[in-house]
């Protein structure tokens, strides 16, 4: 497994001194939200602040992992809308990004934003299903060209009332055909959210082997929304889990709260994932 972190707890810094600091503490990646750069859409974005948000990462020698709160920052798009142009209009960003995501080097595309993917009143599971499979369509199509891959991110009732659970991922990522340029998101604080005592998510993935070839990303936080190490998320079990069904790709920190300031959350989380991940090693 390979360590980022996500950029927006960076947002009053430069992307240059973001990315030398990340390199500086020995992440690999970095991964970005749009509105960071873009905040207007990637689609009405100047090519220079894409550009220079690459050298930044390239100069660092940091991978762009790829892109997540895809959908937060432009107007007028929404992933199951009643409105069918608000719908299409949806449809073409997410194929923009898949073009700013390549462009950038990057390899993923996590979709979570739980605000614009809610479902609007009247519309059942069934029908936000079938929305989203069809806003979906053409950028997983584009992404298959492009060398992207979507994730698709199970998020907590408390953050959205549509695609709450894994199970539920799973079921679109099946509607939309299952390809290579296609997959679920594990998001910890998420997984937590889906255990009887909210603790252990390395339960949720064992009882989901049988989907890992599905698994796409992984987004680190703990349940209290802080970083890694920063609450008591079991992440030694985590890791045996995810070793245990073959999970071997990106591990992104992505904190909420960094209540010790960000470079202690930066700092403490990347040094908590490789002590874990080392101690569930030794465990296998």
């Not at 449809?91 to 479902?119: D, F, H, I, M, W």
């Amino acid at each position: 497994m390979r360590f980022a972190m996500c950029n927006e707890l960076f947002t009053d810094t430069d992307i240059e001194q973001t990315c030398a600091f990340l390199s500086g503490l020995g992440y690999e990646g970095i991964e970005l939200a749009p509105y960071t750069f873009a905040p207007q859409g990637v689609d009405r974005a100047e090519r220079a602040a894409v550009l220079r948000v690459r050298r930044a990462a390239e100069h660092a020698g940091l991978q762009v992992v790829g892109l997540h709160w895809l959908l937060l920052g432009p107007e007028g798009v929404h992933l199951t809308a009643a409105d069918a142009a608000v719908r299409r209009r949806t449809s073409s960003y997410l194929e923009a990004l898949v073009e700013c995501c390549a462009e950038l080097g990057g390899t993923v595309l996590v979709l979570g934003s739980p605000k614009q993917r809610n479902l609007p009143p009247a519309t059942s599971r069934d029908e936000g299903m079938r929305r989203a499979a069809e806003v979906l369509e053409p950028a997983v199509r584009r992404a298959a060209g492009c060398g992207v891959r979507w994730a698709l991110e199970p998020l907590p009732a408390q953050d959205t009332s549509f695609l709450q659970s894994l199970d539920e991922c799973l079921l679109l990522d099946a509607l939309l055909g299952g390809g290579p340029a296609l997959g679920v998101q594990l998001d910890v604080k998420s997984l937590c959210a889906e255990t009887a005592d909210g603790r252990d998510p390395g339960s949720v993935v064992l009882a989901h082997s049988g989907a890992a070839a599905r698994f796409v990303h992984l987004h680190a936080n703990d349940r209290n929304l802080c970083g890694p190490g920063e609450g008591d998320t079991d992440f030694t079990a985590l890791f045996g889990a995810l070793r245990r069904v073959g999970y071997d790709g990106w591990v992104s920190i992505e904190a909420f709260r960094a209540p010790l300031g960000i470079e202690h959350t930066a700092t403490a989380g990347l040094t908590h994932l490789r002590a874990t991940l080392a101690a569930a090693e030794r465990g296998t």
